[in-house]
């Protein structure tokens, strides 16, 4: 299983970035999709889930209101539509695959490598 995660980058806070993670070998839609985020000193944080028809999803109260995220499970690819940027989301990012939804506590089972996204003021 490899989750590809792309799109991150340099961005003035109250700009937009939309991180994409591409999936392989493994049935997507059989699989919840995940976004996580680790900033620098901190603890990795819960940011969102979509389920596997793209019908439902949680957010962090923090990104609620600003990010989307979505799938296209004809592409086997799942977004994150960061709008409203501010510099406490300045973090590297990562998407995660699981078969079960939502994950409470739990930790996902397969994990992309990370995309930077930093957020200047």
């Known amino acids: 299983v490899q989750l590809q995660a792309s799109g991150g980058g340099l961005v003035q806070a109250g700009g937009s970035l939309r991180l994409s993670c591409a999936a392989s070998?493994?049935?997507?839609?059989?699989?919840?999709m995940y976004w996580f985020r680790q900033a620098p000193g901190k603890e990795r944080e819960f940011v969102a889930a979509v389920n596997w028809g793209g019908h439902t999803t949680y957010y962090v109260d923090s990104v609620k209101g600003r990010f989307t995220i979505s799938r296209d499970n004809a592409k086997n690819t799942a977004n994150l539509q960061m709008n409203s940027l501010k510099p406490d989301d300045t973090a590297v990012y990562y998407c995660?695959?699981?078969?079960?939804?939502?994950?409470?506590?739990?930790?996902?089972?397969?994990w992309g490598q990370g995309t930077l996204v930093t957020v200047s003021s």
């Open positions: 995660a695959a699981d078969q079960n939804f939502p994950m409470g506590t739990a930790s996902p089972t397969y």
């Open positions: 070998g493994l049935t997507f839609i059989g699989y919840a």
